[in-house]
């Protein structure tokens, strides 16, 4: 390393934030083939677009993960990373999640619908189902099952309907079609719980006679829902008619000295075949038009809670209380009758193979691309290059993702892992990965650091603790256990609505603010003798920002805040309402009040003409200054109205200075602002993922570093309104290790001025490991290009930019998992660790049974 003065680590476990359970897992549907055009079935389908992957956890929150690689990519390192939360109510929990399509009839059959296109369901252990606006990150609306608790939600193929299952015995039935959420039928009731519901395949209604031909026009109407089918509380199956909401047929299954036995997952496949997993542990499969059982396996030790259909309907996964994951798979086998010469081939069911993936129970199973039960002349066949992914999660916190194709399609031809994590593709004998569990909702740090006053905060679901580092960290020799390094300061918890979203603390430590959703709470911090801290709260500070918020969504709640370093304002990104405050804490009469309010992620971005910049050209694309002048000049309210899409500011960062303020949305959109002016400076390009994280170089202010999820980054000139040349021949020579390790970039710490060296470098970090790189000063830049055109001219085939940089990297990889690194001071280095072993122990004892001898 060309710089290599040592860095003090505070190395710091006291931070006691638990993580929240993994409840639901959820992919968007795909949306139906047209019924006019049967598709010929050797004829293959691409292989769809990775889509969202949605989280539910265990207090209500919801994390929306989006595939990190760009669209011309196959791979993705990093896999799926969290962009956006939804906090749950307080107190609250996530048991089923559901997406539908909100609109089939705008979507193609080989579309994959984005967030846009989607409206996400979910039930907590209550009677009421929840819809969310999953753009404002909010709820949408609410409405009463009618039955008490619901166990259950499906939705239908066709995205028209959904299906609740009840306390009181019975299904109820849904329309969410036309953007509406309404009752249309409750089906015969039981005398047991509903606990698991899943749709039969619909059948195209010109085989009933109801079609009309004259219509050229394919819509999800042409599709009809014959039957479905719930697993109850009372050790059966039961299958009901949709149309009419009469019983069809009941399925017994397995029975233990008379107790009754609990189906906890039931799914169908696309030849009407049902597959239930039982509290026994057994899965079972299900001929549907007879009512009858075809194969029985006991393939777990304790109870079945949830199963999951491989996209071709050739494979099931199921998993549950004794961690593993197992996997069913459709074998041809071949027979040769007596006296017949022929052979003949048939299908049947066999378990295939068992993995153990997760050290707790497994709640919650999905595969990507989807299932869809189509008949088998409808049914899809993608493309076999690509491996499925099987992602699973539960009481452990992670989501766990590995390749799950099946030996058959690797017999046909060279099959990629879209995970890189190894060549094997097998669901049987690749490698899985643990996604990190998030360091705070949408990926925002929960551990704040107050660098002058060394104090350390840590938020969660309704509380928040702040802990002082009382030692400068000692850079020789071991720490002496003994000594007393940090001291808890204050302990607080909230009256909230919904879980916290946002924290910040001030630089000197005098100041505080936490938000919910709805409410935004900021008080003065005072220092006592003894070394706790009490607070006070500034009761009026509702009140100073409500004017200056939009009446429309009513939030006076924040997604991110910020304190300028020497802590006399606070900057504020609203929520629901995408404005940005900045506010005075110290005004003329000794109160906060509001000094701007910038509105610019508002703005309608259609027709804008803005570039969209590929991180590997060498084009740059800067936004005419004229035009932020000429928006300055527009009255705030009157364009404000002109909103095309909502956005969320999820990312915030101020210079060293206090000079530059710079915010990012999660629509790729990012503004810079003078402080000093109060005044909108630029509008940068728009890159193919929202940044992850915002910072700006303390050693040169107006220079911000921009990453990205897929662990690239770039470096923005906002005074120059360029991007340097410097930069870029940084940011285009980016090692491999760090590009390629799996866990996504989180965060990022510039180190402090010092006058000790004379090189300037970042940190960044993950979950699992940190990246200290070298940066360049403007004038280093003639070097690396000499040496190149020398090794161009001695024939050198290595490429010189790169070995260059290669050097300028160390990759550090002890410290895990990772929620916070950031400098406290010169040369020290706070590490805020929470590993899992800690968290684990904090649960209730995992599922154990001997194997042999007495249990």
């Not at 769809?48 to 207090?59: D, I, Q, S």
């Not at 910040?504 to 709470?521: C, F, N, P, R, T």
């Not at 990297?809 to 040369?827: H, N, S």
Request: proline letters at 6%.
């Amino acid at each position: 390393m060309p710089d290599s003065s040592p860095v003090a680590v505070h190395r710091c476990r006291f931070v006691d934030y638990n993580p929240s359970a993994i409840t639901a897992l959820a992919f968007p549907p795909l949306p139906l083939p047209s019924t006019r055009k049967i598709p010929a079935s050797s004829r293959q389908s691409p292989f769809p677009k990775f889509g969202t992957l949605a989280v539910g956890h265990a207090n209500g929150n919801i994390d929306f993960c989006e595939w990190t690689a760009s669209n011309n990519d196959i791979q993705a390192h990093q896999g799926w990373c969290v962009s956006k939360s939804i906090n749950g109510l307080y107190p609250s929990k996530v048991d089923a999640l559901v997406f539908t399509i909100r609109d089939p009839d705008a979507l193609k059959p080989e579309d994959v619908p984005t967030i846009s296109d989607l409206r996400l369901f979910s039930s907590g252990g209550g009677s009421e189902l929840i819809e969310w606006d999953i753009e404002y990150l909010c709820l949408r609306r609410t409405i009463n099952s009618q039955g008490g608790t619901i166990w259950c939600i499906a939705a239908n193929p066709t995205s028209t309907m959904l299906a609740l299952g009840c306390e009181d015995g019975t299904v109820r039935l849904l329309s969410v079609s036309d953007d509406t959420l309404t009752h249309i039928r409750r089906f015969d009731r039981v005398k047991c719980r509903i606990l698991s519901v899943t749709w039969g395949p619909p059948t195209p209604k010109e085989r009933q006679g109801t079609s009309n031909s004259d219509d050229d026009d394919d819509s999800v109407d042409d599709w009809l829902d014959l039957w479905l089918v719930a697993g109850c509380s009372d050790s059966s199956l039961r299958k009901w008619d949709v149309s009419t909401g009469r019983l069809l047929d009941r399925m017994g299954t397995d029975k233990v000295r008379g107790e009754r036995t609990l189906v906890w997952a039931v799914s169908t496949l696309g030849d009407g075949t049902i597959v239930s997993g039982d509290s026994l542990g057994i899965v079972k499969f299900w001929d549907s038009r007879t009512s009858t059982q075809i194969y029985s396996f006991q393939a777990h030790a304790a109870d079945v809670l949830c199963l999951a259909v491989g996209s071709d309907g050739n494979v099931v996964y199921s998993a549950g209380v004794d961690q593993k994951t197992t996997q069913f798979s459709l074998v041809k086998m071949a027979s040769n009758p007596k006296n017949n010469s022929i052979l003949r081939t048939s299908s049947r069911w066999v378990q295939s193979a068992s993995r153990r993936m997760h050290s707790h129970d497994v709640r919650a199973l999905a595969i990507w691309p989807p299932h869809t039960p189509l008949s088998p002349s409808y049914k899809r066949h993608f493309s076999t290059d690509i491996a499925p992914v099987l992602a699973s999660g539960g009481l452990d916190m992670s989501v766990v993702v590995k390749p799950a194709a099946l030996p058959s399609s690797t017999m046909l031809g060279k099959v990629t892992n879209p995970l890189a994590t190894s060549v094997d593709v097998i669901f049987e004998d690749s490698y899985h990965r643990r996604l990190p569990y998030p360091p705070g909702p949408s990926s925002n740090c929960i551990v704040h650091v107050a660098r002058r006053a060394r104090l350390v905060s840590c938020m969660r679901d309704a509380s928040l603790s702040i802990w002082k580092i009382l030692k400068t960290a000692s850079m020789e020799g071991e720490v002496d256990p003994d000594a007393l390094d940090w001291e808890k300061c204050l302990e607080m918890e909230f009256d909230v609505n919904t879980n916290l979203v946002a924290s910040a603390i001030s630089e000197d430590g005098l100041w505080l603010v936490v938000s919910d959703m709805y409410e935004a709470k900021l008080f003065a911090l005072n220092m006592e003798a003894d070394g706790s801290i009490k607070p006070r709260r500034i009761k009026d500070f509702s009140t100073t920002i409500q004017p200056h918020l939009l009446s429309k969504p009513a939030s006076r709640g924040g997604l991110a805040f910020a304190f300028t370093p020497d802590s006399t304002k606070l900057v504020m990104n609203t929520a629901m309402t995408s404005c940005v405050l900045v506010i005075d804490l110290r005004g003329s009469d000794g109160r906060p009040s509001v000094l701007r309010r910038f509105d610019h992620h508002r703005e309608s971005m259609a027709g804008s003409g803005r570039a969209v910049k590929d991180m590997n050209s060498m084009d740059i694309e800067t936004v005419d200054p004229a035009e932020d002048e000429q928006i300055e000049q527009e009255d705030e309210e009157e364009h404000v109205h002109s909103v095309s899409a909502h956005t969320n500011i999820l990312r915030i960062a101020i210079s060293a200075d206090g000079q530059w303020l710079a915010t990012s949305d999660d629509k790729c959109k990012t503004n810079v602002f003078n402080l000093d002016s109060l005044q909108h400076h630029c509008l940068l390009p728009s890159f193919s993922h929202p940044a992850q994280c915002l910072a700006f170089d303390p050693s040169r202010p107006s220079h911000l570093l921009l990453a990205f999820p897929n662990n690239t980054f770039q470096i923005y000139d906002v005074e120059a309104r360029q991007f340097p040349v410097w930069a870029h021949e940084l940011t285009s020579h980016l090692p491999r290790r760090f590009t390629t390790i799996h866990d996504a970039l989180v965060g990022v710490a510039f180190a402090p001025i010092s006058s000790s060296s004379s090189h300037n470098y970042v940190v960044f970090w993950g979950a699992t490991w940190l990246c200290k790189i070298n940066l360049d000063d403007p004038g280093s830049i003639q070097a690396s290009r000499k040496r190149r055109r020398e090794s161009a001219k001695g024939g050198s085939p290595q490429n010189p930019d790169s070995s260059h940089w290669e050097k300028r990297v160390k990759m550090i990889t002890q410290y895990r998992p990772l929620l916070l690194v950031d400098f406290i001071a010169e040369g020290e280095l706070v590490v805020v660790e929470r590993p899992l072993v800690d968290v684990l122990g904090t649960l209730p004892p995992a599922f154990f049974k001997h194997k042999y001898g007495a249990s």
